[in-house]
């Protein structure tokens, strides 16, 4: 992981080679995903000025377009990296690699160019950091940890660790340099020393984990240190005055951090005023830098910082034909056809379980010849089409339902690009494609050639969410800019542009029994926009005046999707993987006083509350990944995530001893 403080973005690497951005300035959103491909290994990442780059055992170095989502370029230079780190100009890179070298590249120039290479050693080097004065550089590797001079090119001290068995080598996973010169560093043993960097001398040291420390990071201040690793602890060390009449300071350890983690975790950074963490549970975990230990509200400072996020995609990766009842699942390689199941029961209760009669069949499998990731993909509501892209080109294909076959159309026009979201219009005859040139893209469809009717003006920045209406004349294209623009794709026109928003547009829908889009952004706020007037709808216009409701606000996943009913008008339903919000426009907006979220379905059976404001939310499915309408029988169609499968997936964790065994 890596924090960028001047953009507010936080990039998040994943296993699989995908890199996440986070902006911290939108209420912690999940901005964008920059796929991986099948042969990316990456080990570290870095931000130098608003600029992206990542390395690994590869031992390339690779720079990412942060508007197309996509690699830049990558220049490849000697072995295997291990550590990836700027100087704090921002002119220079350092990379540590397996053969025990420190190579220096250049980033003044538009692309990275190799600078020169420190003097080698025989070990590899595992970590590295810059001191705030851009002359020196510490290492970790093997038993040791060096101090270099980035002008001489020579190692100006060493620093030798001792080992807890002589056979075992002690590996110095993480390593950081104070602007005093005090070097700490955190080793395979579980030790986090304290090092006069000047002399080589230690200290002060701690057996502060069970296992390997595998990330430190310190605070801006450098009065604090955070470690953890195999052992699933977060460990805060903080400089004290241990003397007032000399003023002398000692580093102490100071509390504890057991909280969202289950298992390894493998980075940490300061982003803001939080801690990030993150590990082999996959969980994305913040927690409050500093707590002041006297302060009456401490419960309070420590909640608002504490947050735990799954890692579900925060865009629904599953998409339905509800005409003839399919569901498009999206892997990273492949994509999944299903046909849902079906019952023969009938109920006329709210809330009923119904036995199913025909059970959900996988009609096929669509895989990716190449390396990348699928970055979107869509079914029509007939089921007869399918597209995918990754991130060189869209592919299309028909599918015939009486016998599943599947038949890709290879005359696609030249001039569509790699996009980033793909909608079918309702009568499944268009595609509509949000380019990565941020520009949206109509394609008429045909079996043989299908050909491009029209590309509307690119928008300011990526385009983060795309969606047509019912009746084939608008589609709607929201960036991350908070521009929301709604087209009309008969006269192929703007047909008006939505208020501009200083929150980022997580989710668009249009009302298909009315002139009405209703969107809703990362900061939780809820707007619906009348196309034909051009102005917020009284709902809206009420929501806002009367404030939205203070538990709506603080919670803390983004919403995944929003869709009107198919049968009444007033209904909207909003979602995020924790909750389904029913929001009933006819009745009255919930009160401050009032309680919004409780445990369980609002209506259950044997539940006998009455619910009197228009937010009726239901929180029994988690977490929920996708829901929308199935047109034949107006139903819906709601796909969970079973957690207990995912966890049995993860390795063991560290053994625990508890009190009594």
């Known amino acids: 992981?890596?924090?960028?403080?001047?953009?507010?973005?936080?990039?998040?690497?994943?296993?699989?080679?995908?890199?996440?951005?986070?902006?911290?300035?939108?209420?912690?959103?999940?901005?964008?995903?920059?796929?991986?491909?099948?042969?990316?290994?990456?080990?570290?990442?870095?931000?130098?000025?608003?600029?992206?780059?990542?390395?690994?055992?590869?031992?390339?170095?690779?720079?990412?377009?942060?508007?197309?989502?996509?690699?830049?370029?990558?220049?490849?230079?000697?072995?295997?990296?291990?550590?990836?780190?700027?100087?704090?100009?921002?002119?220079?890179?350092?990379?540590?690699?397996?053969?025990?070298?420190?190579?220096?590249?250049?980033?003044?120039?538009?692309?990275?160019?190799?600078?020169?290479?420190?003097?080698?050693?025989?070990?590899?080097?595992?970590?590295?950091?810059?001191?705030?004065?851009?002359?020196?550089?510490?290492?970790?590797?093997?038993?040791?940890?060096?101090?270099?001079?980035?002008?001489?090119?020579?190692?100006?001290?060493?620093?030798?660790?001792?080992?807890?068995?002589?056979?075992?080598?002690?590996?110095?996973?993480?390593?950081?340099?104070?602007?005093?010169?005090?070097?700490?560093?955190?080793?395979?043993?579980?030790?986090?020393?304290?090092?006069?960097?000047?002399?080589?001398?230690?200290?002060?040291?701690?057996?502060?984990?069970?296992?390997?420390?595998?990330?430190?990071?310190?605070?801006?201040?450098?009065?604090?240190?955070?470690?953890?690793?195999?052992?699933?602890?977060?460990?805060?060390?903080?400089?004290?005055?241990?003397?007032?009449?000399?003023?002398?300071?000692?580093?102490?350890?100071?509390?504890?951090?057991?909280?969202?983690?289950?298992?390894?975790?493998?980075?940490?950074?300061?982003?803001?005023?939080?801690?990030?963490?993150?590990?082999?549970?996959?969980?994305?975990?913040?927690?409050?830098?500093?707590?002041?230990?006297?302060?009456?509200?401490?419960?309070?400072?420590?909640?608002?910082?504490?947050?735990?996020?799954?890692?579900?995609?925060?865009?629904?990766?599953?998409?339905?034909?509800?005409?003839?009842?399919?569901?498009?699942?999206?892997?990273?390689y492949h994509l999944e056809v299903w046909k849902l199941g079906s019952t023969s029961d009938a109920t006329d209760k709210d809330v009923a379980s119904l036995t199913v009669s025909e059970q959900p069949l996988k009609l096929l499998d669509i895989l990716t010849k190449g390396i990348d990731q699928i970055v979107c993909s869509s079914i029509s509501k007939d089921g007869a089409w399918i597209a995918y892209s990754d991130v060189h080109r869209v592919k299309l294909f028909h599918l015939n339902l009486d016998v599943p076959s599947l038949q890709k159309v290879a005359c696609l026009p030249m001039q569509l690009g790699p996009t980033h979201h793909l909608v079918f219009s309702c009568d499944s005859s268009k595609l509509f494609l949000a380019t990565d040139s941020c520009s949206v893209q109509v394609l008429l469809l045909d079996e043989i050639q299908p050909t491009l009717q029209h590309t509307f003006h690119a928008m300011e920045n990526s385009i983060l969410v795309l969606e047509a209406d019912s009746s084939g004349t608008f589609v709607a294209a929201a960036d991350a800019e908070g521009n929301v623009i709604v087209y009309n794709v008969n006269n192929f026109k703007v047909h008006c542009r939505l208020p501009t928003y200083a929150s980022q547009p997580k989710a668009v829908a249009f009302n298909p029994h009315s002139q009405e889009i209703f969107v809703a952004y990362s900061d939780q706020m809820l707007y619906e926009y009348n196309l034909e007037l051009k102005s917020y709808t009284d709902w809206s216009r009420s929501l806002h005046r009367c404030k939205i409701h203070h538990a709506w606000l603080r919670r803390r996943h983004k919403v995944t999707r929003v869709m009107y009913s198919a049968t009444n008008p007033n209904i909207v339903f909003v979602y995020d993987v924790n909750m389904l919000c029913a929001i009933d426009k006819s009745k009255p907006l919930p009160k401050a006083h009032q309680q919004l979220f409780k445990k369980g379905s609002i209506q259950e059976p044997n539940d006998k509350r009455v619910i009197t404001h228009g937010f009726n939310i239901h929180q029994q499915f988690k977490p929920l990944l996708f829901l929308d309408n199935v047109d034949l029988d107006k139903s819906l169609v709601m796909v969970e995530y079973v957690m207990q499968r995912f966890i049995e997936s993860l390795p063991a964790t560290l053994k625990q001893k508890k009190f009594g065994t």
């Open 1 to 332: 992981m890596a924090y960028d403080e001047d953009s507010e973005r936080l990039a998040v690497v994943r296993s699989d080679g995908a890199i996440e951005i986070w902006n911290m300035k939108h209420n912690f959103n999940q901005e964008r995903v920059i796929p991986g491909s099948r042969t990316s290994k990456l080990d570290s990442v870095t931000w130098v000025k608003g600029r992206l780059f990542t390395t690994g055992f590869q031992g390339d170095i690779t720079e990412y377009d942060l508007v197309k989502n996509t690699v830049k370029y990558s220049v490849l230079y000697g072995n295997a990296a291990w550590c990836l780190a700027a100087n704090h100009a921002g002119t220079l890179l350092a990379t540590g690699s397996d053969n025990g070298c420190i190579r220096l590249f250049d980033l003044t120039t538009e692309k990275v160019t190799y600078d020169r290479m420190l003097n080698p050693q025989d070990q590899r080097i595992v970590s590295l950091a810059w001191h705030k004065s851009d002359e020196i550089i510490v290492t970790g590797s093997i038993d040791n940890v060096k101090v270099w001079n980035v002008i001489t090119g020579n190692a100006v001290q060493r620093i030798t660790l001792q080992r807890t068995f002589k056979k075992k080598e002690t590996i110095v996973w993480c390593v950081a340099i104070l602007s005093d010169h005090t070097i700490v560093s955190g080793d395979s043993t579980g030790r986090t020393m304290f090092w006069d960097g000047r002399v080589g001398t230690m200290l002060k040291g701690y057996t502060s984990h069970r296992m390997d420390i595998l990330t430190m990071c310190v605070t801006k201040d450098e009065t604090s240190v955070f470690t953890t690793g195999v052992d699933p602890t977060i460990v805060q060390f903080t400089l004290a005055v241990t003397d007032d009449r000399l003023g002398t300071k000692a580093w102490v350890r100071n509390r504890h951090i057991a909280f969202g983690h289950t298992h390894d975790i493998r980075a940490m950074v300061i982003a803001g005023n939080f801690l990030v963490s993150g590990g082999l549970d996959t969980n994305l975990v913040t927690n409050p830098i500093k707590v002041s230990p006297g302060h009456s509200q401490i419960r309070g400072q420590i909640e608002k910082y504490k947050r735990l996020y799954h890692a579900f995609p925060q865009k629904s990766l599953i998409k339905c034909a509800g005409e003839s009842k399919l569901l498009l699942f999206q892997y990273p």
